[in-house]
């Protein structure tokens, strides 16, 4: 029935059920702002979170040195405080969308890592101290690990940050963050963290920096899954584990695409067929029931996005190819995956005519 996650006198948007109001007792329900531009949009009235997909990384607000652009990102939390949204900052440290100069001195030759930490606590300080008390929580570290193909394991990425500063630029990374705001939360946030050997990589680096006494409050879990794959056990036990360190997590970054990675066809140029929307919007309802299960310890699930068009997977991996990974069609109309979650226990079309018939009673 749908009354256990929605009844129709809770408030709507657009004449349909508000998805903050139906999981309002279980976690956050967050979407990706990719620029200020659109903040008008009337579905963003679903959400009470929000992340900033590229307006708060370092090429966004320090594009060179010491000349720091806080527009567009201060747009973003003015807009979120206005709307009761919880604001989450991503990302302080990654190897990508990084300018190059951070890494160089003025003659473009590698700095010290005497120098690139003083260059990294500046960043991470200043972009924090700007927004303090404003932000929820910061994705600090990204994507820091990868799999090693000389050494058969998953490890520390080799990037900059790593190969100048050493293995241990995460720790200064998010002891910086903590100094800089210490009632802000600190994650960690990487893709791929259902599959078991990155899972445990993930695991021992978040580990390892709660047994040094650093502070870490969640782990963020990419949610760029397709229809069948990670399965559902993998992500429950990815869940299992992470919060077994007593951090929250986060389900960051979620789509599900209609290709699988390996699949670089265009087999839906025009729009999906039935069959492949029943798919997806079985997929989803099995997401969600898995998250409801773990509402304890799940913090937030960010959309990557709003509507179809506004997802970055139409020009990922494959340029140019429509993809529909989103709640929405690129008309901002609910496709069935927004009814499937509606109520995850209940068929979506059941969901979609009870609503309907609620809606004429």
Not at 99 to 120: H, Q, T
Not at 185 to 206: H, M, S, T
């Amino acid at each position: 029935m749908l009354c256990a996650f929605y009844s129709p006198a809770r408030a709507e948007v657009g004449g349909i059920p508000m998805l903050k109001e139906i999981y309002a007792n279980d976690f956050l329900i967050g979407f990706a702002a990719r620029s200020d531009y659109w903040l008008d949009e009337p579905l963003l009235d679903h959400f009470n979170a929000v992340t900033a997909e590229n307006m708060m990384k370092w090429e966004a607000l320090q594009p060179r040195p010491g000349e720091f652009r806080f527009v567009q990102a201060e747009n973003l939390i003015r807009y979120a405080e206005e709307h009761g949204m919880q604001v989450i900052g991503h990302t302080l440290i990654w190897h990508n969308q990084t300018p190059d100069w951070v890494f160089k001195d003025e003659n473009g030759r590698e700095v010290s890592r005497e120098a690139l930490l003083a260059r990294m606590e500046e960043h991470i300080k200043t972009v924090m101290g700007r927004f303090k008390g404003r932000v929820k929580g910061w994705d600090v570290v990204n994507e820091a690990i990868e799999y090693n193909a000389a050494t058969g394991k998953w490890e520390l990425r080799d990037t900059p940050w790593r190969r100048i500063i050493g293995d241990d630029y995460i720790e200064h990374a998010f002891r910086f963050a903590q100094e800089a705001d210490p009632d802000a939360e600190l994650y960690y946030n990487d893709y791929n963290a259902a599959d078991a050997p990155k899972r445990d990589a993930i695991y021992a680096l978040v580990k390892g920096l709660l047994d040094k006494g650093i502070r870490v409050d969640g782990i963020g879990m990419q949610g760029h899954w397709d229809l069948q794959h990670p399965s559902i056990e993998a992500i429950r036990e990815a869940i299992e584990l992470y919060s077994s360190l007593g951090v929250k997590v986060h389900i960051t970054e979620l789509d599900v695409s209609v290709y699988t990675w390996n699949d670089r066809s265009n087999r839906y140029p025009n729009g999906l067929p039935e069959a492949v929307q029943e798919q997806q919007a079985n997929r989803y309802a099995a997401l969600f029931r898995l998250f409801k299960d773990y509402s304890h310890v799940i913090e937030r699930v960010t959309f990557w996005g709003v509507k179809d068009n506004h997802s970055w997977k139409n020009h990922f991996p494959v340029p140019n190819r429509p993809d529909y990974p989103l709640l929405f069609d690129r008309q901002g109309n609910p496709k069935p995956s927004f009814w499937a979650i509606v109520d995850p226990s209940t068929p979506w079309k059941e969901n979609q005519g009870q609503y309907s018939t609620a809606q004429e009673d």
